[in-house]
Every structure is written in structure tokens, then in C-alpha cells.
């Protein structure tokens, strides 16, 4: 939720962090937006410019290609065979570490969220009994509306005005991060923080949400936390994990911890791993992925044990996630041949509702970026649909007549008789005087005939409107549970009427299967997830039977919804304007070479380059490139100079901050021996080049950078089509490609941006304008 | 099974196909093994020599690089987005065709394989029925291992004589091919008939083995006919899938296939295409999965659809795959925390006794390669394992006393009552007189108490040496069945002592759970599989809770595996030289690069090129080269030539095959316009070049190489270092990589044989020797 908070704070404090874009100079500047303003004079809130065809050169790229530079090659060959294995086996005990902290943080989340919702459910059902019996049900309605509005405004407060970032479900900023695109602060200790405590006040404040998306985003965190062996926030180095402290093994870890996340989540640590190789992985190894599976068993197994305990039954380790399906018996609820169409009718018709979802949120979307970005605005906008929610539950609950007998397998927490008689609880209640997860259990699991079709109906209809508004709110909570919601309120009206529709006395039509199904189509239709997603839920219901149905239904809810709009992910990524690099090139795209792809003229550096230069070089803000090709001129000769390495901005700030120059006026050699450790403390937050003061003297000594630069970078012949340029880059997880000539002069540059460019739209292949938005 | 057979065949017939070695010139030809061939002077069988420290030119390469030449871009730039969307349609058709035909298959294997051995066993029981009356007994057991041998003998025939490259599961092949290797026949239609009607022969011929392994081997081959959209073998040709008539394409059709056949083996889809991506994907692609994982689903459907309407119950899928483990009940079976200790060490026990099986096996195939080559004596030394087994199985069944009483819940299809009282059934012949997936079965779910302790330790001692003697032998079977068959008595042993040593009453050592760690730590400690294992006993057992356990055993049992000797697998694959890379360089080969590992110097080729060269340098057969830089000089310039693109051999070939000539005699152009429906149309069976009549005229015309050669390589500078290189080399399955200077002229080029070379031994860093064997 919450991605115009991202937009708006996003862009904001890049400025301040001096992150720069990728070494692309801005070839299309003179293109940049000219979206009218008029807006902002006619004394409405100021609009922020938007315009979707952009794509943002804030957004720094992970390097997941290793820098080989000498320092690196020293120390690798300075390490023993042993060194190697200790390095394995302490990303083991990272990747233990990581599931257990997941599974802690995940078990406290949902101890508290259960705890604080069954004192307020409470306080609200002895409220309402209360009057029922004296009127004056009003002020239950209030006390019903102030109680959600106090805690949302609690969790949007901390994210409208303290970690913007820690809005929403952070499933697309991790998105991202995997794919290879840093997200400023995504990792940090503060948005954890801010994200744990978010998410417990939207769930208890009643908001349409789930706690289960956030949890995928907190792994994440942990794992980056975890892994370097320090946190920046607290100030504090454990001087352990030094080797780790670099792109490539971070990206690693915060794969396992996205991993860990969804298998706390839901329980499913296969689909976990699975999550974690559909949005990340560019290349596959199979140690990694064994790791990354450890730390979703991990996870799964410390909060199956710590519920265990919660629950008073320790060692019965039934809840492996946070949302658990209850068990689905293989003989009660088998499917038969003839079913299969009807699934496949239905994961079109999630396909559809999907579809609409996306499309009303995107509008909502681009309304909030253009008038609800100031974060006080954020807070009363979470505020009135926290009201809001709870007035239409009440209104429901109030004006519904289906009461049902309370039978002895009835085993709810809190019975809700409420405006029933005696001997009877209120069926609407059970889906919205309650936490979602609770929800989706009983229509799963309730006996057929719990349900009134009309009640199933009018609660599909609000719950999909009022989820379609919460999403996007500032606050920290996940949109996986409102839609298997949705889901399951229709899909047990499709599985009623079946039944009615067919003979009478058959049972064929089971509700708590068309539940199961129905909740997966909805799903499906909104975020799009395909493999991942049919094993979650597998594991989710721990019945390996509902494998084919589900899978059928996700295609086909995919298939359907991707005809009218993206999942709902990809349109909040694609409004952040984020160069997302998909799978694989645009189909079409056979007759773009490196030539055109390529970035060109590109700023090179000398391998002994004079210090001023680099530092003015730096300081160009109207360029801000992050990799520089260090060229060397064959002395005497006037040929053109040939490639010999790549160096990297941050690189050029560390030695800068450490003065390694050469001073050649005195002829000697006072480079000072700089080591890795000093990259490895300066990771991952490099100064900006404006801290940094070079003396008027230091600018006219000389810097040495052929120990440092990556001596070997990729590079490719300008003839090089834009798949083959794709593949490599994306396999190999690049940053910067150099494009040289046939005499290896280098003659431009590919970049991520230069790539996520071009993408297949209606009208063929497109071109996106780059933009410092 | 039979990798010696393999070994033999394998290097015997690739000599007449012509296959060549890759393009790296036999730098270690002086120093190919001198392993004595004194033993064939005195009479013995002639040895095979065979030195493990080889590696073997005699394996190509697959090129899952494609080849962009101006021909394949001109193509692809043609195609409009419809042709696109249509071949991404047509993908999805051939998988789903993949895992029908993979279902069929199995169902028909399960089907005959029940029938006949249920005739077999009613004939052997009737016979021990009626002469435990009459007495001489010999002349049953005398008809058992008859009947066995009978079986066994058809099977090992077919494999030795017609196919040996059928013989034992193809699981090492698959890996191979999947890895990248091509392995000659390994996906041919006389290949998949004789392995199906092999296995079927080998189970019911009652030896140690399984019919899962061969389904793996039978899903690839049918993935690569049916992407091929013809037949050779049936010369064939459809007409259709023609653009899937290369490498890259072919090698993910063959993906598919083999998760098809682990999903119908196991009715486990999320294990078939985790195997498949555990053994293959260097390059992991989103819509490639989902489109392997849609093969597997409908692979397991498949065959539970058809295997209900045998079962005459049409639509009850209860049937996902050949081997079902049954139900497991979360209720009865749940673990608790203190037994998780007992299941590692469970694992340890696992790990020491797979390393014990492998390093037997490992013994035996060695003397097998030696001595047991010919195909008669690979046939009798089939015939005599399957009569001793019967012999062994005999003697077992009519020495034991575990008599137990027939209850109620007992409803085997042939109550054993053989040498018992009336009333009772004889417990050593449940595991023994059965098919091995029942005998498993059995195993998981009989009654606690149905075993005798005893009964149980015989059969594992016995079944662990019949198993391992089984292995390697020239049928079809695999070893999956076996090991979990062990495992699963030393299991349950566990089970039924724990609970005797601790408190009477209690059945918390379920034995049936005991028999399940058991089997997964068999299995774990033989073929070492580590994921793709986890999920595939997962899904096999129906039950998620299961999970964590068997992961810790399968983690612990390949760690203490490791320890000693490599998985089953890995052994014989290593057995056959086959230039196998994993997944990363070894840990300490930093200080090696490019410049060490490359071959040269290299046969470059000039764009426009003497046909005479080419035909000398083809016919080489000292080099036996398959890709070749070509290179350009600058006209009237005496520089060096400069890299300009790359061609193959198989190209070459197919060029001369059309006489694609410039007769620069006449000054008239006459090259034929070759299309790629040439190449295409060749693919995959190139002919030789000695085929191939080139006159002495045409040996001085020229042949313009521009069009064809892939122009755009990937290069690397050669001080890249070996984990570089081998990242890049693995991450794009190259099959190629041309070494440059600084000035783009080529120096060397690196194959996968100069990468396989290197591997961790005892000793640090190994260089393993190339040769021609």
C-alpha cells in the first residue's frame, strides 16, 4: 500500500543522499515533461508532475558482478581452502540467523495483532450488547469508529512522518531490490521498525489489510541487517561478516530473507524459495537456493514453536505461517473431471475482478500522487477509511437477517450473536466482525448452508471496494488477504449456487472448495504471481491434490486480467518510474543494436588521471554517472586510447576520502596502500562527492587507479543485438556494459536504464523518455 | 544402471558418427594414460583402460548460446509480434503434448508391470502353495528364478544389443545433457522404446530396482522428439516446430520432459521442476519454468486420470504418480521436537550407509568397465543377479518364522501365506514377495507390530547388497525404489527399537514415520540431491508437515556422505569423463585466469575463406575442432587480423553440403543464397566431413564466411580470471569463448573441457588430463 507515499518521499530524499543516477548522460533532457502546473496557481495542493512514458534516472543499480580489481584477486588468492569453507558455513549460519529472526518477528506480530483485536473485538461486542438492549446503538458505531481510527492513525502517523518507505506491503520495493535496483533505505533497521509496528495498527485498527505482504519486506530487512554484521542506525560494528559487505552477497541474503518472509507468511517454504527465484534470481546456484530454502524452514519451524507455546501446546507444530487455510481432508473435498471447466470459468471471472481492482487502484494511485502527498494529508485520508470501514461493517452486520443457528462444531472465539436471538450468531459477522484470517477460515471451512447467498454478495461487494481503497494508503499492510477474501466470498457463492442450481440433495458442489478456488482466482487476477503463487497456496492448505485446479485457475485469472492491465505490483513499480529489468528483451526488438542502446559520449578516465579532473568530473550534477572506463594511451603514439578497466563512482569517493594520490611534482610515490576493508566500511553509504574537500594542491597530483579498477569488465561489439545485450547483462546481474569498437576503443556504454528503455507496448515497441524526476 | 555399457558404447559409436571433440587442441596428447593392456595377452577378456584422472574430448558440447549470424537475425527481425505470440502459443502446446505422452507413458509402464508381475506372483505362489503340501520345495524355487531370469534376460538383450545407452535409470545422462552436454543417442526414439519395454522387464523380473528413474530418461526423450516436430529414426517429418530445431530450444523441451518424468515418477510437479532446474537452468527464466511446471501438472494428471479408469474408479485422483507412498495423516504421525535429533542422526546413519552402497557400486562398475564388457556377459551377469535374487528372496521367506496373524485391516492383493499357519500371513514376504513400491508402501503404513525386528535387519542386509550388485548392470531400472525399500526397513527397525528401549505403552516412535525419515536418509546418503529430494518426498507423501525433518535428514545425510565419497550419480558420470561443470569454479582459482585456462594456439578461419583450408582443417582429425574464430585483415595492411565473428563446424559442414562457393575465377558470383531452413534441417545429425566430396576444383574456389558466422562472440581480455570466465561461460551455457588481447586479435578460446578441467581434489586445486578415449 502507500506507493504515492514512496513516489513522493522516493524522489524527494534521493536529492538529499546525493545518490546519483547511472553513468547514462541525459540524452533526452531537452524531452523532459512539460506537464501543466496550472493546478498548483489555482491554490489547490501542489500537484506533483507525473507522466507514466518516464523512466527515473534516481535509481541506482546493485552490482551484482563482482569488481575484480587486484585488492580482490590479493585476497582471494590469499585465502586457503579452509578460508572458503568457513565463508560457507558462516552464510549458513546468516541464513539460520535470518529465518530464525524472520519467524521471531513474525510470531510477535501476530501474538500482538491477535491479542490487541480480541480486546478490542471485546470491548466493541460488550459495547453493543449493551445497547442493543437499552438503544442508542450510535455510540457504538462511534466507539466501533474511533477505536479503528486511533490505532490506523497511530500506524500511519509513524509512516506518513517517519519512514515513508515502510508503507504499503514493500512486496514491490523488494521487487525491485531483487531485480537489481537499489531503493533508497528499503533495508534499514528504522523502516523495520516503522514497517512491524505499521502493520499491528492496521490490522488491529480493522482496515481491509493483511499483515501477511509486510512480512516478505521485514525478512528482507533482517536478512540485510543480519548479513553485514552491523547496522549503520545503531551505530554499532560487530567486525564480523566483513566479507559479505558488497552487492553481490547482500542481494544473496536478502533473497534467503524475502524467502524467510513468505514462509512465516503463509507457512509455504517451498514457496518461499520459489518467490524468491521468480523476482530475483538472474542466475541460478544451487547452493544459494539451498540456503535460501534453509532459512524458510527456519522461519516456518521458530514461529510454528513459538505459537506452539502461545497456544499452550508446545510441540504441536501446526501453524507454520501466520495465515494458516485450516486443513483441507482429501476425502471430504475431493474434485472431479467435470469441475475442471467450472474452475477454469472461475479464474476468468478473477481474471475480471482482478482486472478492475488494478484499474480502480491505479486511478486512486494517480489521484493520491497528484493531490494526497503531504503526509498530514496521508494520515486523515487513513483515518476516514479506517471510519469508514467500520461504519459499513456495522451498517452490515446491523441491517443483515442471517442468523443461523449456533451448532455444537460452531467453535468461534467470540460467538456473534449480535442482533440475533438467542441460539443464533449473525453470519455477516463472522466475515466482518473479525480479523481476515479468521474470515477466510470460516468460509473455507464453515458447513455448507453457514452462509446466505445475499450476505456472500453484499460482503464480495463492499470488502472489494473498501480493499481497493485502503490499498495504497499510507500504512504498512498487505493486499494478499483482502483478496483471498474477496475470493472466497464469491467463490463460496459460485459453489452455493452451483449446488442449487444442480439436484438438491447432492453436496457435489462442496462451498468451502469453490472457497479455496475462488480465493485463488481473485488472487491471481490482482498480483499476477504464477508459480510461486500455486505452490503458496498448496502448501497454505497442505493438500498436494489442489496442486492442478490451482494452477489451471492462477494461469487462466492471469491470462484473462493480463489482457486489460498489469498485476497490481507492476503498476505501482511502473508509477514509480523504476528501470525494472524483465526476463527477457522485447520480443521485437531484433533490429536495435548496442549502437542505438548505448549511452555515448562516455566520460572516461585516464589510468593515471589527475585528481582535479576526477573530481570535477564528479561534481557534474548534470550528468552524475556511477561507472567511468579507465583507458590507457600507448605513450608516444598517438592512437586512439584503449579500454583497460571500469571504475566505479564510489570507488573514486573512497579514494579521494583517503587521499591516495601520487604526487608527482615531488617524484615519489606517496599512494598510501589502501585495502578492501576500506570499501567494505565505507559499504553501502558512500559519501556524496560535495563532503569531500580536495586543496587546490591535492587537485594537481595524479591517482593511480590501475589497483582498483576492475581490470576485466564485460564488453561487447557495437553490432551486438539488443536481446544478446539484454541476456548478458541480465544473467549476469551487470551494471555497466562497455560497447567497444573493433580496435577495443570504448565507444559508449549500456546501463539498466539504457535497457528497461525499451519495453513492447500497443503499438509495438516503445521508447521511454529517461527523466531526473 | 550399466554405465559401463555406456562407457564402452558411448566412446565406440561416437568414433563412426564423427562426432568431434570441441575445438581445444590436444595439448596433452603425449601424455595420454599407458594403462597396461598386459592382461589381454594372457587371454583375459581385453581391459578397457581407464584412468579417472581423464577427461574426455570425446563429449560435445550443446550450444544453449544462439547463434546470431545475419540469417537468424534477419529472421527474427521479419517475425511481426503475432509470429512471436504464436511460437510462445506453440511452446505451450509442446509442453503440454510433453507431459501427456510422459503421463501415458508411465501409466502404460504401471499397468503392464502390475499385470504381469501379478501373474508371475500368483503362478510362484500357487506352485509354493501346492508343494509345501507335497513337499520339494526346490522345484518352486527352481520355477521363481526361472521365471526372474526369463524376464531379466529379455530386458538385458534389448539394452545390451540394440541400446546400451538404455541401461540404468539415465538419470547421470540426463544430468549430462542438461548440463550441456550432448551425449549421443541419449533422446532418440529406439532409445525410449527400449527403456520402457527394459524397465518393464527388469521390475517384473523381480530385481532391486525401481520404474521412477527410466520415467526421467523417458520424459526427456519424448520433450526432444516431440519439439522436433519429426522423427529420424521413423524419417518423419511434420513440418512443424521447425524454429525449435536448435540447441537452446531443443534443451528446454528436454528440461520440461525430464520435470514430466520426475512429476509422473513421484506425482510430485513442484520436485520435477525443482530436479530440473537443479540440474539444469544456468539461466533462469520465468515463463520457462511455469511452462516446465505446466508440462509436470499435466504429466501427473495424466496418469492418475488413466491409472483411475484401470483402477476402475474414473475421476478419483488418488493416483498422481508410479509410486505412492500413501496417505500420512497429520493427526497420527505428527513429530515433536525431541525427535528431531533422532532423525539427524537417522541422517548420519543414512549418509555412512549410502557412502558405503556408492563405494561398493563404485568398485563394482570399475571391474565391471574392465572385465564385464561384451555384451553376452553383460546379459548373464543380468540373468544371474535376477536368479540369485529370487534365490535370496526364497530362502529368506521360507527361513523365517515372523509369522504374523491376518486382521481385518490387511488387504493385500496376495495375502502371503506362505510356510504360516492358516490365519496368518508371513511377514518377510510382504517385503520380499511384492513389487518394491508395495513392499514400501508396506513398510510406511503396516500396523506397528506387523515386523519382526529380526525380519527386518535380514532384509535390509540382504536387499542393500542385491541393490548395490543391481546397479550398473545392462537393464533399465532405477535406484530410487531400492534405496527408499532400504531405507524404510532400517527405519522402521529404528522405530519399533526406540519404542522398545523407552516406555511399553506408548507408540510415539510411530515405526511408519521412522520408515519415512529412513527412506529419505537412504536416498539422501546414495544420490545426494539435496531441494528437488526435500519436495519430491514432500509432495510423494501428500503431507507438508513433514518438511523440516526431511530436509535436516536429507541436509545431514549428504554432508556425512560428502564426507567420503561423491553421490551415485556424480560417480558415474565422473566414471565416464564427462566434462561436467558445476555450478561454480572451485573455491581457490582466483589465481588462474584466462590466459592459463584457454587453448591455443587457435585454427582461425578468414571471412572469405580458401574452400581447400576448410576442408584440411575440418579433416584434421589430431584437433577435431568444432568452432572456429573468424577473423579479418585489414586490406593492404600488414597488422594483425582482428576477431570478426565465430563459426561451427556443424555450419561449415552444412555450407560445403550446398556448395556455397565463390568461383572468384570467373569474377562472377555464384554462392547460393542458404536459408535457415538448411541448418535447421540438418539439426541435430551433421553429417561427417568425410561424407562429403569436395573436388579438387572446387577446393580452390572461396567461400564467403560473413553471412553465417555469429558476428558478434563473447570475448573476454585474458587476464579475466577462472571464476569469471566460468561465471559467464555457465551463466549464457556458451559452448565457445574467444580470448582477445588488448588489441581484439585472438588468442585463444575457451571450451568447456578447459573449464571442467580444473577441480577441487584432496590436494587443493586438480588438473585433470584431456584425452581421446
Known amino acids: 500500500m502507500a506507493n504515492i507515499t514512496k513516489k513522493v518521499s522516493w524522489s524527494s530524499r534521493t536529492d538529499e543522499s546525493g545518490a546519483a543516477g547511472e553513468g547514462t548522460p541525459l540524452l533526452n533532457g531537452s524531452e523532459q515533461p512539460k506537464l501543466s502546473r496550472q493546478d498548483s496557481l489555482r491554490g489547490r495542493p501542489k500537484e506533483i508532475p507525473h507522466n507514466e512514458k518516464l523512466l527515473s534516472l534516481k535509481y541506482e543499480s546493485l552490482d551484482y558482478d563482482n569488481i575484480e580489481n587486484q585488492l580482490f584477486l590479493e585476497e582471494e588468492r590469499r585465502m586457503s581452502y579452509m578460508g572458503f569453507r568457513c565463508l560457507e558455513i558462516s ?28 480486546i478490542k473485538y471485546q470491548v466493541v461486542k460488550w459495547n453493543i450488547e449493551k445497547f442493543t438492549e437499552v438503544g442508542g446503538l450510535s455510540i457504538s458505531l462511534i466507539l466501533w469508529a474511533v477505536l479503528n481510527s486511533v490505532f490506523v492513525m497511530m500506524g500511519a502517523i509513524v509512516v506518513a512522518f ?7 506491503s514493500g512486496i514491490p520495493q523488494i521487487k525491485c531490490y531483487l531485480n537489481g535496483v537499489k531503493i533508497p533505505r528499503v533495508v534499514r533497521l528504522k523502516t523495520l521498525v516503522v514497517k512491524v509496528f505499521g502493520v499491528i495498527c492496521s490490522v488491529v485498527g480493522g482496515l481491509a489489510v493483511g ?11 533482517v536478512a540485510a541487517g543480519v548479513s553485514q554484521g ?27 530473507g524475502a524467502a524467510a518472509g513468505v514462509s512465516a507468511a503463509f507457512g509455504a517454504p517451498v514457496g518461499g524459495v520459489l518467490f524468491s527465484l521468480e523476482e530475483g534470481a538472474s542466475f541460478w546456484n544451487q547452493m544459494l537456493t539451498w540456503r535460501i530454502f534453509f532459512a524458510s524452514m527456519i522461519s516456518t519451524f521458530t514461529l510454528n514453536f513459538f505459537l506452539s507455546i502461545y497456544h499452550n501446546n508446545p510441540g504441536d507444530l501446526s501453524n507454520p505461517g501466520l495465515i494458516n487455510f485450516g486443513r483441507f481432508e482429501t476425502d471430504s473435498v475431493t474434485y472431479n473431471l467435470y469441475e475442471i471447466p467450472l474452475f477454469i470459468a472461475m479464474g476468468a471471472i478473477g481474471g475480471l475482478l482482478g482486472a478492475l481492482f488494478n484499474v480502480l487502484n491505479y486511478w486512486l494511485t494517480i489521484f493520491r500522487i497528484r493531490y494526497v502527498h503531504r503526509p498530514c494529508l496521508q494520515v486523515m485520508e487513513a ?10 461493517s456495522f451498517t452490515m452486520i446491523y441491517f443483515s437477517n442471517d442468523c443461523q ?7 468461534e ?20 466482525f473479525n480479523t481476515p484470517e479468521r474470515s477466510v477460515r470460516s468460509l473455507f471451512h464453515n458447513q455448507p448452508g453457514s452462509y446466505n447467498p445475499l450476505t456472500l454478495g453484499l460482503f464480495t461487494l463492499t470488502y472489494f471496494f473498501l480493499a481497493c481503497w485502503t490499498y495504497g494508503l499510507a500504512v504498512s499492510a498487505g493486499v494478499f488477504i483482502p483478496s483471498l477474501l474477496i475470493g472466497a466470498a464469491w467463490g463460496r457463492l459460485c459453489g452455493i449456487l452451483l449446488a442449487s442450481i444442480t439436484s438438491t440433495g447432492s453436496i457435489w458442489a462442496d462451498p468451502g472448495k469453490y472457497a479455496l478456488i475462488g480465493a485463488a482466482a481473485q488472487l491471481g487476477g490482482i498480483v499476477r504471481m504464477t508459480l510461486s503463487l500455486t505452490v503458496i497456496m498448496v502448501e497454505a492448505t497442505g493438500n498436494v491434490t489442489y496442486g492442478l485446479p490451482i494452477m489451471l485457475v492462477l494461469m487462466t485469472s492471469k491470462i484473462v486480467g493480463d489482457y486489460f492491465v498489469e498485476g497490481l505490483y507492476d503498476i505501482h513499480i511502473k508509477l514509480q518510474s523504476v528501470p525494472f529489468l524483465h526476463w527477457e528483451a522485447p520480443a521485437t526488438s531484433h533490429w536495435l543494436t548496442a549502437r542505438e542502446v548505448m549511452s555515448s559520449p562516455v566520460t572516461c578516465l585516464n589510468r593515471i588521471e589527475k585528481v582535479g579532473t576526477i573530481v570535477d568530473v564528479l561534481s557534474n550534477t548534470s550528468t552524475n554517472h556511477n561507472g567511468f572506463p579507465v583507458v590507457v594511451q600507448v605513450a608516444g603514439s598517438d592512437e586512439p586510447a584503449k579500454l583497460c578497466g571500469l571504475i566505479l563512482r564510489s570507488q573514486l569517493i573512497v579514494l579521494l576520502k583517503h587521499k591516495v594520490f601520487v604526487e608527482l611534482a615531488r617524484s615519489r610515490l606517496t599512494q598510501r596502500k589502501l585495502q578492501l576493508k576500506d570499501f567494505r566500511d565505507a559499504y553501502p ?60 576503443r570504448v565507444v559508449g556504454l549500456v546501463t539498466r536504464k539504457d535497457l528497461a528503455r525499451y519495453h513492447l507496448g500497443k503499438h509495438g515497441l516503445e521508447e521511454l523518455q529517461l527523466a531526473q524526476t
Chains 1, 2 share one sequence.
Not at 92 to 103: A, E, P, R, S
Request: proline share 6%; hydrophobic share 45%.
Open 405 to 411: 443457528p449456533l451448532g455444537p462444531e460452531h467453535t
Open 211 to 221: 499483515k501477511e505482504g509486510p512480512m516478505i519486506h521485514s525478512g528482507a530487512v
Open 162 to 168: 517517519f519512514e515513508p518507505i515502510a508503507a504499503g
Open 91 to 118: 552464510r549458513w549460519v546468516v541464513c539460520g540467523l535470518i529465518g530464525f529472526l524472520t519467524g521471531l518477528i513474525a510470531c510477535m506480530i501476530d501474538i500482538v495483532v491477535e491479542e490487541l483485536a480480541g
Open 230 to 256: 552491523r547496522s549503520t542506525s545503531l551505530k554499532r560494528d560487530f567486525k564480523i561478516f566483513e566479507y559479505f559487505r558488497r552487492d553481490t552477497e547482500k542481494r544473496d541474503f536478502v533473497s534467503a
Open 383 to 392: 483515518m476516514l477509511v479506517a471510519a469508514v470501514t467500520a461504519t459499513v
Open 413 to 432: 472465539e467470540y460467538p456473534l450473536q449480535l442482533f440475533c436471538a438467542d441460539g443464533e450468531y449473525n453470519s455477516m459477522a463472522t466475515a466482518f
Open 685 to 744: 553509504r558512500f559519501p556524496p562527492i560535495q563532503s569531500i574537500h580536495v586543496s587546490q594542491d591535492e587537485r594537481e597530483c595524479m591517482m593511480d587507479l590501475t589497483e582498483f579498477m576492475n581490470a576485466t569488465p564485460y564488453t561487447v561489439p557495437m553490432e551486438t543485438s539488443l536481446p544478446r545485450v539484454f541476456k548478458l547483462f541480465r544473467a549476469l546481474g551487470l551494471r555497466h556494459l562497455v560497447v567497444v569498437d573493433d580496435e577495443n
